[in-house]
C-alpha cells in the first residue's frame, strides 16, 4: 500500500525514474498505486483512471489519477496555462488570469453567491457559513449592514479587495500570510498545514529540491526557467460554488534522474470545502526525453477538508470523495481529447 507521507515524492520518483528502464511506469502503477492488470491496460489504451489513495485522517482526501495523451509534455504545459480551456470546463462558472499588476477588474466575476451573503449576516468567527479568515469575515459583516440595497454589491467589492490583499501580501511575504480559517470550531492554519503536507514528502527534497523550496519558501526561493501564474476560478465540483485564488507553476526537471515536466497548483485561498490543497501534475513518457510526442499523464490533488469525522462525516466524506474521483477522471479525459484534437 502506498505511504501517505511519500505520495507526491512517489509519482516525482515515478516521473524521473522514466526511461531508466523499460518496465516503468508500469512498476510504479502496480507496486506504489495498487493498480491491477486491467486498470494498467485501461490507463495504456487511453482511459482515464482515478483511485482515492489513503490518508492518515479523514479531513486528507488524496485522489490518483493516470492516462496516455498522444501528445507532447510540451503541449500540456501550454494547455495547463490557457484560460480559454478551463472556461469549457462543465464545472467551471468563471476564469481569469491576474496581472502582474492586479487591478480589482481582473477579478470580474469573483463573486459570492447569493446564499453566501445571506451567510455572512450572522457569521461569527467558529461558525460561519463562508470559509474566511476572522478580519476578514468582520469586514464583509460591516460591509452588509451599512449597505442597503446595493449589499451584494458592496459585499463582492469587499471580497474581491481581501483577495487582492491576499495576493499582494503573498507575493511580497509568502505562505505565512495565508491566514488561519475561522468558520468552523477549530482554526485551520493555512500555512502550518501546507508545511505538513509537503514537507512528509521525503522524495519532494531529493527529487525536486528547487520545487520544494519554491513551495514551501516562495518569494524569497526562486526557480530558474519557471513558468508561474495567478488565477482565480468559480468552480461547482460539491454542493456550493466555491471560489478558489491560486497559484500555478510550470517547471521542468532535467537532473541526473532523468528529466520530467512538472506543474503544481497551490491554493491561495477558497470560500468552501477546501481549507488546503495541492494538486501536482507530471507528464512521463517511457523514455524518459520529454520532446517524445505520447506519454502518461500522472496527477495527485491533494486536499484537506473538514467536518468528514463522525458518522454523519463519514457518509459526508463518501460523497465528496466518490464526485471527486469521478471529476479526476472526467478532467484528464477533457485534457487528453483537448491535446489530441490538435494533433
Sequence with gaps: MIKVATLAGVILSCALGAGQTAQEPYIFFR??????????????????????????SPAEIFIFGAVFVNATPDDYVKLAFDMDRLRRLPSYLGVDRIGETPVPADL?????????????????????????????????????????PEVAEQVNDGVRKMALEVLRRYREEGNSVLGTYRDKDRPFDVNAQLQSL?????????????????LLDY????????QSMFYWEKVKFGLKPTLRLN???????????????????????????????????????????TSDKGFYLISLKGSTQQGFSGFKGSIL???????????QEAVLINIKNALEETQ
Design 31 to 56: 507496486e506504489h498505486i495498487g493498480l491491477n492488470d486491467d486498470q494498467i491496460a485501461m490507463i495504456t489504451r487511453g482511459k482515464a483512471f482515478a483511485k482515492v489513495l489513503p490518508s492518515t
Design 108 to 148: 470580474e466575476g469573483f463573486t459570492l453567491e447569493p446564499e453566501d451573503i445571506r451567510h455572512l449576516r450572522t457569521c461569527e468567527p467558529g461558525k460561519c457559513g463562508v470559509q474566511m479568515p476572522a478580519e476578514a469575515m468582520q469586514e464583509l459583516k460591516k460591509a452588509i449592514e451599512g449597505s442597503g
Design 198 to 214: 509537503v514537507g512528509r514528502s521525503e522524495e519532494l527534497p531529493a527529487y525536486l529540491p528547487d520545487l520544494n523550496r519554491y
Design 219 to 226: 518569494p524569497r526561493a526562486k526557480l530558474e526557467k519557471a
Design 247 to 289: 497559484h500555478a507553476i510550470a517547471y521542468q526537471s532535467a537532473g541526473s534522474r532523468g528529466a520530467a515536466h512538472v506543474v503544481a497548483v497551490k491554493q491561495l485561498y477558497a470560500s468552501h470545502y477546501f481549507q488546503l490543497a495541492l494538486d501536482l501534475t507530471v507528464c512521463v513518457t517511457e523514455s524518459g526525453s
Design 317 to 327: 466524506r463518501r460523497f465528496v470523495v466518490s464526485k471527486a474521483r469521478n471529476a
